[in-house]
């Protein structure tokens, strides 16, 4: 196993060596380099990076965020790909229930700060849920967002001091819809109801055909992105 000191390196490097290299190839060298103490992280928008890393690495770990504000049909589809693929789902929670976050901050903390809330119900639970793990797999694509257009394929996550791995950045949806209809992959019910993109239900809307897939997320405010990636 290489030491944690030299992961910088090795995914600077490796960014550069898989840069064409196929989703597969991507998450094989990952599964190779850090065998347990790699995960995927997955919204359950859709279950195509856990899938392809199934494929490498059966049982791979898969870790969920459940901030208490998600859609029903998004536990569901988490519950599915538990049940059904080759995969451990791990859940995360934050320290404080909705309940007990509204008694300290006020209720719709999301309305008001959406940044605190995010990095209390996301950002704080992952960082703590990511300890045991060198690397992690994110479903991250440059053609979702401006911000995202310079996603390195594996990168280094300075703030979480971990190896970031994106295996699908190179694709488009269309990439993305021909695997999923290829291989039967779970999606979220949500995406074939108006839905783009499938965060927390207070802050995710419905999205006109021709609209940006971002546009439902925290629609009407300036924020686009939840902290997890920046």
Sequence with gaps: MTA????????????????????LDILGWAADTFGARFCVTSSME?????????????????VFLDTGYHFPETI?????????????????????????????????????????????RKVRPLEEGLAGFDAWATG???????????TPVVGWDAKRRKV???????????????YVAEHGVLTNPLLADGFASVGCAPCTRRVPAGEDPRAGRWAGSGKTECGLHG
């Design 76 to 120: 569901g589809t988490r519950d599915a790909v538990a049940a059904v693929m080759d995969v451990n789902v791990l859940t995360l929670t934050p320290r404080q229930s909705v309940a007990e976050q509204d008694a300290q901050y006020g209720p719709r903390l999301h309305d008001r700060d959406p940044d605190l809330c995010c990095a209390l």
């Design 4 to 23: 944690t000191t030299d992961l910088p390196h090795l995914a600077e490097e490796a960014g550069r060596r898989l840069e064409d290299a196929s989703a």
């Design 46 to 62: 859709d279950a195509v990076v856990a899938h392809l890393a199934a494929r490498v690495l059966p049982g791979v770990r898969v």
């Design 164 to 178: 970031k791995v994106s295996p699908i950045a190179r694709w488009t949806q269309d990439d993305v819809d021909a």
């Design 140 to 150: 991250l694509r440059r053609d979702e967002s401006p911000t995202r257009a310079g």
